[in-house]
């Protein structure tokens, strides 16, 4: 099994920063992609970012040249950097962990994401 940790998240104005980092743990078998999902109100959730074990990254158009996806194997944590944030990016905002070699997730808490207008 394995546990996710969010953290990061908070309130900032238009054009403001902030970093998330998700933190795995546990029994870890072998390569895993990480993500990072959101939800806002009266929304399906999306894809905001994901990055394999290889470090190959993908982005939700909307975040393209603003958020950028990393990741420290060694410590077994993604972090997703949001620059230029705007007011529609206010959502709660989900890690994610998918083995490579099978289909299996794993979801962290969750950390909320405000932006104000």
């Known amino acids: 099994q394995v546990q996710l940790v969010a953290s990061g998240g908070g309130l900032v104005q238009p054009g403001g920063s902030l970093r998330l980092s998700c933190v795995a743990s546990?029994?870890?078998?072998?390569?895993?992609?990480m993500g990072w999902y959101r939800q806002a109100p009266g929304k399906q959730r999306e894809l905001v970012a994901a990055?394999?074990?290889?470090?190959?990254?993908n982005y939700a158009d909307s975040v393209k040249g603003r958020f950028t996806i990393s990741r420290d194997n060694i410590k077994n944590t993604v972090y997703l950097q949001m620059n230029s944030l705007k007011p529609e990016d206010t959502a709660v905002y989900y890690c994610?962990?998918?083995?490579?070699?099978?289909?299996?997730?794993?979801w962290g808490q969750g950390t909320q994401v405000t932006v104000s207008s």
């Open positions: 994610n962990l998918k083995y490579e070699l099978g289909s299996y997730d794993y």
């Open positions: 546990g029994s870890i078998f072998s390569t895993y992609a």
């Open positions: 990055i394999t074990s290889g470090g190959s990254t």
